[in-house]
């Protein structure tokens, strides 16, 4: 059973930076995306960023060139730099694996506020 674990939100300031972490365990299969993807309240859930198995990266408009998707392979984990977060940042991030079916994490809570 793959299970995803997020890491790494919590309270910052107007131009901070944060970096989530998504853990996952279990089997993985290539190909892959992983993605994260954020909720505020009120909103629909978003794409943010993937990263496919082979590499590839596509962002949102409203985050390009202030985050940034990686992942390490080796310990099945993504990443999301975030640079310079707004207040409009604010949302629960989460993370989504795509397999055969998709996996989702828990969300980890991301408040951009001075």
């Known amino acids: 059973q793959v299970q995803l674990v997020e890491s790494g939100g919590g309270l910052v300031q107007p131009g901070g930076s944060l970096r989530l972490s998504c853990a996952a365990s279990?089997?993985?299969?290539?190909?892959?995306?992983m993605a994260w993807y954020r909720q505020a309240p009120g909103n629909q859930r978003e794409l943010v960023a993937y990263?496919?198995?082979?590499?590839?990266?596509n962002y949102a408009d409203s985050v390009k060139g202030r985050f940034t998707i990686s992942a390490d392979n080796a310990k099945n984990t993504v990443y999301l730099q975030m640079n310079s977060l707004k207040p409009e940042d604010t949302a629960v991030y989460y993370c989504k694996l795509s397999m055969i079916r998709n996996y989702w994490g828990q969300g980890t809570q991301v408040t951009v506020s001075s």
């Open positions: 279990g089997t993985i299969f290539r190909p892959y995306t």
């Open positions: 990263i496919t198995s082979g590499g590839s990266t």
